[in-house]
């Protein structure tokens, strides 16, 4: 009995041994693994009620840099593919208006200018969306973006006032990116 | 760095799950010393026995349970993209796991009370690496996707959970065959933690909705929560002075780092001389976590629309740091904390239960005898010496998202003393092909013995689930010899 059950495990553990393999698997695949979320947030928001537009003397009723650090954050900025950046002005006040954003590198230098001229309510919203990256403008203005500079002027007077409720022009943004993880 | 990378994550996914701390195949084989250690209350004939240090228990075991190294990395043609996409990312839960474990006893013996015999005495020192991490669903998708045209998707942060830890335990624990039926078993363990890391207790979301001023507004809800012990002495170890690291681990494993206590039970019952039942309860215990303890927590709510210039309070500060602002107030409602407080780790409580039916001849003591029926302390069982046995065992353990079970089924078989096998077959929510084999080798006093489970997975073994290697090497005298 002894030697039958020794005769016949012997050779079943062998076979286990001699027959577990495994497919071929090809680990280089790794190199080819593109891990590329696009990621959306929100940029930036200005609002300027149409009193404080009338108080301001002089054309320039905003004019306003501020330090934008998200782009350039290594972790950001090296792994950028390609995205758009999303504008809509909206006007209600009774004066035609014109709103400026400027993406300024480190030593201040404009990479890239976007303006808005909207007219008097009533009026469309303006809605614009701006694409970097193959086919649109270049990504390395996002990519050295350190700050943005917003600049509204007043194309019209400092003394009418619109009779919508609450009159005000409104700058809202997004931003869409691709960001190479892997 | 990557060859490394890969080498874990093969070994993670290529071995073999919940079966990463079931022994179905070690437990209730008695002919083995190291039995005792998966119930203390095992009814053993030994009279004594010792581990060859180092080579006494080697267990190795590793698995995943919804992917393979095999559904990413087949020579098949298909886009990897594709397949991690359909196969992880979509394709996995977040009950599916990844686990790894891997025991190494240090020095293990055992002996018979001389003015006692009914009882029997066991010690050693056991090293015990294990990590267990779910598949963080909502976090996996959106480091694949993003959060971009997904408006009002919460993004579970309770997704992640993991758990990792190495720690040497000393144990010493008694059998003792209170009757002629039932013997109990209880071992005390003290834990001396090297290294633990723990983030299993996370809830929170991220959402992107409509914003109310602007286009969008992003929400962060987050209770989060990680604890590390006894990693930075290990990194400095490693990046001052390498040399230094082998003195650093072998401080922690003999009670220089962590500190923890616990116990195991068991127990043993023959209903009757062919059947017998047994149960244990294994890893009840604790671990304060007081070398280099680290807890890092994320807790807090913040909802977000960018950077708002608003007039007229814009215009009243013109050097005002509006993008450092939204920072700031993100980090005081969401604040980022650390501290070194020592913490404590509750052990994974694992469970074993068993009904046993031997049958057939049974195997005399010495060649030409009967059977020693007549049971006395100290004496073989009846109960062991038949040469067949057939029973189902079930096995629970405490995972960080509640206790996961399998069952198993058995057949044992003795040709003498010097072999006898085991036989498995293991259902759990992970694979209902798994077939497992153990046996052990008698040549005089020395023993040997070898185990596997999941035998189908070497057909191909990069498409393997789970699977699990024993090996093991002891001095012993029993009964018999």
Redesign the interface.
């Known amino acids: ?2 030697r039958a ?2 005769t016949a ?1 012997v050779p ?2 062998a076979c ?1 041994l001699l ?9 280089g ?2 190199d ?4 590329i ?13 149409e009193r ?1 537009i009338n108080q301001v003397s002089g054309l320039n ?2 004019q ?1 840099t ?5 782009f350039a954050e290594a972790f950001v900025s090296e792994r950028l593919v390609d995205g758009s950046v ?1 504008y ?1 002005v909206e006007n209600t006040t009774s004066k035609p208006l014109e709103l400026t954003v400027e993406f300024l590198d480190e030593a201040g230098n404009t990479l890239d200018a976007e303006t808005f001229t909207i007219g008097p309510a009533p009026t469309a919203v303006l809605v614009r969306e701006i694409a970097y990256g193959p086919g649109g403008r270049s990504i390395d203005i996002i990519r050295n973006t350190s700050s ?1 500079r ?1 600049s509204a002027e007043n194309l019209g007077d400092n003394s009418s006032v619109s009779t919508l409720p609450n009159p005000m022009i ?1 700058l ?3 931003a ?1 990116f ?2 190479r ?1 892997k | 760095m990557k060859r490394v990378l890969w080498a874990c994550w093969v070994g993670l996914l290529g071995l073999g799950p919940l079966q990463a701390q079931n022994m179905e195949l070690l437990y209730d084989f008695t002919e083995i010393p190291q039995a005792l250690l998966l119930n203390p209350g095992a009814r053993t004939d030994f009279n004594w026995y010792a581990g060859v240090p180092v080579l006494s228990g080697l267990s190795l075991q590793a698995g995943s349970s919804g992917i393979t190294v095999h559904d990413i990395f087949a020579d098949d043609g298909l886009d990897i993209n594709d397949k991690v996409r359909e196969r992880a990312v979509d394709g996995l839960s977040i009950r599916d796991e990844f686990t790894a474990s891997v025991r190494m006893e240090v020095l293990s013996g055992g002996f018979r009370g001389k003015y006692h015999p009914e009882n029997f005495y066991s010690f050693g020192i056991y090293m015990d690496a294990n990590f267990i991490s779910y598949w963080p669903g909502d976090l996996a998708q959106l480091a694949w996707y993003g959060n971009a045209n997904q408006l009002g998707r919460r993004f579970n942060l309770g997704h992640l959970k993991t758990r990792g830890e190495l720690f040497q335990v000393f144990h010493f624990g008694v059998s003792r065959q209170v009757s002629r039926r039932l013997t109990l078993g209880g071992r005390a363990k003290l834990f001396s933690g090297i290294a633990h890391v723990n983030s299993a207790r996370n809830s929170g979301f991220f959402v992107t909705n409509t914003g109310q001023n602007n286009l969008l507004a992003h929400t962060l809800s987050a209770q989060m929560q990680f604890q590390s012990s006894g990693l930075e002495a290990l990194r400095q170890a490693a990046d001052g002075d390498p040399g230094e690291l082998p003195a650093t681990f072998l401080g922690r494993a003999f009670l220089g780092g962590d500190l923890g206590l616990g116990f195991d039970a068991g127990f043993t019952y023959e209903l009757t001389d062919q059947w017998v039942v047994t149960g244990s309860l294994l890893d009840v215990g604790f671990m304060l976590h007081s070398t280099d303890p680290k807890t890092f927590t994320l807790d807090g709510r913040a909802t977000v629309e960018g950077v708002e210039i608003i007039l007229p309070e814009a215009l009243a500060d013109p050097n005002r740091d509006f993008w450092q602002d939204l920072v700031d107030e993100v980090e005081a409602l969401v604040p980022f904390e650390d501290n070194n407080k020592t913490y404590l780790s509750f052990r994974p409580t694992k469970l074993y239960g068993s009904v046993r039916y031997n049958f057939g001849e049974p195997v005399s003591n010495r060649p030409g005898e009967p059977c020693d029926c007549d049971i006395t302390p100290g004496s073989t069982a009846a109960a062991l010496s038949y040469r067949n046995a057939l029973g189902a065992q079930v096995f629970a353990i405490n995972r960080p998202r509640g206790p996961q079970a399998a069952l198993t089924g058995f057949y044992m078989r003795m040709v003498g003393r010097w072999l006898a096998m085991k036989a498995t077959y293991t259902a759990d929510k992970y694979s209902l092909t798994n077939l497992g084999l153990g046996l052990q080798f008698r040549a005089g006093p020395v023993q040997l013995y070898l185990m596997g489970n999941n035998l189908l997975g070497y057909r191909n073994i990069a498409d393997s689930h789970t699977a699990s290697f024993q090996f093991g090497l002891n001095i012993l005298s029993s009964g018999s010899n």
Do not use: H
């Open positions: 009995m002894k059950l020794c495990l079943v553990l286990l027959v577990s393999c495994s497919e071929k698997q090809d680990f695949q790794y080819d693994l593109a891990v979320p696009t990621v959306e947030a929100s940029l930036l928001y200005i609002e300027a009620p404080i009723f905003v306003q501020f330090n934008f650090d998200a999303r809509r943005i917003v409104t809202q943004s997004s869409q691709r960001i993880l």
